[in-house]
């Protein structure tokens, strides 16, 4: 079992930044061999990608709606993964959920909503809210 915990929303005006962060706990290795994502809810919306990064760091993916302004990482050796978040629009807000699972896909059509709303990751946080004012 793997235990997420995200931290970092918070209140920010358009074009400010924030990083979130994820923090992992397991008695085993399991966040570590696995990959990691940040997915996001808006108020009346369903689930959706955002970004992932896999197991080793060394790839990622992001949603078109955020490629370029959002940036994942992770470190293993502390179990967390981040996601800096800058040049934030309103529409950006949401409630974002760290998650880790088995499978990571970088292509087309990954992550598509037709895979809501686990996405094929095993393990989910609470989540923490980012809400953005213009």
């Known amino acids: 079992q793997v235990q997420l915990v995200e931290s970092g929303g918070g209140l920010v005006q358009a074009g400010d930044s924030l990083r979130l962060s994820c923090a992992a706990s397991?008695?085993?290795?399991?966040?570590?061999?696995?990959?990691a994502g940040w997915f996001r809810q808006a108020p009346g919306k369903e689930r959706e990608f955002v970004a992932v990064?896999?197991?080793?760091?060394?790839?990622?993916h992001y949603s078109d709606s955020v490629k370029d302004r959002f940036t994942i990482s992770r470190d293993n050796a502390k179990k967390s993964v981040h996601l800096q978040m800058n040049s934030l629009r309103p529409e950006d807000t949401a409630v974002y959920y760290c998650?880790?699972?088995?499978?990571?896909?970088?292509?087309?059509?990954?992550?598509?909503?037709?895979?809501?709303?686990?996405?094929?990751?095993?393990?989910w946080g609470k989540g923490t809210l980012v809400t953005v004012f213009s």
């Open positions: 998650a880790a699972g088995p499978r990571f896909c970088s292509g087309y059509g990954c992550y598509g909503k037709e895979e809501a709303p686990n996405y094929g990751m095993d393990y």
């Open positions: 397991e008695s085993g290795r399991t966040f570590s061999i696995s990959a």
């Open positions: 990064i896999n197991f080793s760091g060394h790839d990622t």
